[in-house]
């Protein structure tokens, strides 16, 4: 399993802090929510700890056990998902799941029909994903992420766009397919997206 080890992060736009002095350990298995008002940097910080943006100060370092995890090596253990996060729209969603299944299979040997039916889009299985709604669109990037073979799964406002019905179903993926993972999640303080966590940080704190 994997831990990630942060030691006085930050991060700066121009001349202004957005964070400091960011110094955490999150354990393997470990469920953590990042909250934070809007504009106080909890999706950089999330990208900053998925190895997808570098700090303007401080390090961080991934452990396999006592072993370092080479950077090149990454992306391989991270999956993610992002309402910014983009889509090839020209493809059809069972496309989009070989396209990722060529550079990172999905756990328990799902092939494409299941993930399709677990995503709940067997029907728009052969439409374009350009002429998919947000909700639809949503729900294939986060079944894609936490579906992905990979022992840290991050996730940045993932209700974003879905309904009722569609966070229920969010809910019911992360306990059925995630809860051995290594999870973080950043919020606006929806109850929803990070019910299951067992530790919030308020990146208001590092100001």
Aim: with cysteine; hydrophobic share 40%; proline share 3%.
């Amino acid at each position: 399993m994997i831990s990630i080890h942060a030691d006085k992060l930050g991060k700066r736009f121009n001349r202004e802090w957005i964070f400091r002095n960011f110094t955490e350990q999150i354990s393997p298995g470990q469920k953590l929510v990042l909250t934070g008002a809007n504009g106080s940097g909890k999706s950089t910080l999330l990208l900053m700890l998925a190895g997808y943006v570098n700090p303007s100060e401080g390090a961080i370092s991934w452990q396999r056990g006592e072993v370092p995890v080479d950077k090149e090596e990454y992306y391989k253990l991270v999956s993610f998902a992002s309402p910014a996060m983009e889509l090839i729209e020209e493809f059809s969603p069972a496309e989009v799941i070989q396209h990722q299944a060529a550079f990172k299979k999905f756990q328990s040997n799902l092939v494409v029909e299941d993930v399709l039916q677990l995503a709940e889009l067997e029907k728009s299985k052969n439409k374009y994903v350009k002429n998919f709604s947000s909700g639809m669109k949503q729900r294939l990037k986060l079944t894609l992420a936490i579906l992905a073979d990979a022992p840290l799964l991050f996730l940045d406002e993932p209700v974003t766009n879905l309904d009722k019905e569609a966070i229920q179903w969010y809910s019911r993926m992360i306990q059925q397919y995630a809860m051995h993972k290594t999870v973080v999640v950043c919020s606006n303080q929806v109850r929803e997206e990070y019910a299951f966590c067992d530790r919030e940080i308020s990146v208001n704190d590092y100001k």
